[in-house]
């Protein structure tokens, strides 16, 4: 594998990791406070709000996984 590809390997599973879905809450959340802040609406709420929500539904992703298991 060359050195570049590697590189964007790396950072994609740090970035992703083993939760695509977090990873992807984090980018809209990160797109919808650019869109509020370029509105001139008070943007400041959006990433606390989605952090909290986006941890919730991890750890209800993980509660359920475990039960499956039995």
């Given amino acids: 594998m060359r050195p570049v590809e590697g ?3 790396g950072v994609w599973g740090f970035v992703v990791g083993d939760d695509w879905r977090t990873a992807l809450g984090v980018v ?3 797109a ?3 869109l509020l802040a370029t ?3 008070p943007a400041w709420w959006v990433m606390p709000v989605v ?3 986006l941890l919730a539904l ?3 992703r993980a509660a359920r ?3 499956r298991r039995g």
């Fill in 39 to 41: 509105a001139a609406i």
């Fill in 28 to 30: 809209v959340a990160l």
């Fill in 51 to 53: 952090v909290v929500g």
């Fill in 32 to 34: 919808l406070t650019a």
């Fill in 65 to 67: 996984s475990v039960s």
């Fill in 7 to 9: 590189f964007f390997a």
């Fill in 58 to 60: 991890s750890i209800l």
